[in-house]
């Protein structure tokens, strides 16, 4: 007597009958495509690789990172303008007719070539123009772009502005220019950082970075600011959420 063998899932019961007190039933072999087969064998069974799910996590981090540190950002301009309205207006500062500081880089309404623009922006730095706002406006377009790695803007006079007012959250700060490199139409200033800010557990800021000076074919003047910073965005938030110790050795 022959014997059956059971049918691959494929196959399936189609007709009966009698013989007998007993009905056979015959199955009717159903032919898998070749190509629905190998589709399901190399169907991934976790609907994606491994490589595609690290790069959309990496991605999500990536975002979440951005969106804090704009939103600290946006803080931190925000909380300048609060401390302005209670602070006193400078008077040790003589103001000419452009609205630039007296020593600010050539006479009052005089024009700056290319030479004279480096030159300001080097005696910017030594003048700490990042946190006192003290800057040669002269030498910047008036919609010149300011950029970092937080965001960017344009206005000359809310970049002032944003510095003047980070200058006053700050007890004392270091700034130093480490290296000039003039490029045909940028140049780059290599610098390092440091201040305490004024907040009651007196966090200690430290970077080291450069900013690109990109200039205006026709005026000469810098029309894009960029600042890129040598540590990771996130581990320089971390550091304004940090006691420092010289914190505790004042109280």
Sequence with gaps: MASHHPSPATSRLTTGHRVGSATVFHRRRETVPRSRLLSRARKPASGGSPAAG???TGTSSSRSENAVLKAAWYGSELLGIAASLFRPPPSSTVVG????AEGGGGAAGSSLDRTGVVEAIKDDFARSYFVTGNLTLKAYEEDCEFADPAGSFRGLQRFKRNCTNFGSLLEKSNMKLTKWEDLEDISIGH?????????PWRPI????????????AES???????????????????????PSRWAWEKR
Excluded at 205 to 216: I, K, Q, R, V
Excluded at 220 to 242: D, S, T, Y
């Design 54 to 56: 690290a790069e959309d």
């Design 97 to 100: 007719s452009d609205g630039e």
């Design 191 to 199: 610098w390092r950082f440091s201040c305490v800010m004024s907040f």
């Design 205 to 216: 800021l430290s970077a080291t970075g450069y900013t690109e000076y990109y200039f205006d």
């Design 220 to 242: 000469g003047k810098v029309c894009r600011h960029v600042e890129n910073w040598n540590v990771p965005k996130m581990a320089l938030l971390r550091q304004i959420f940090r």
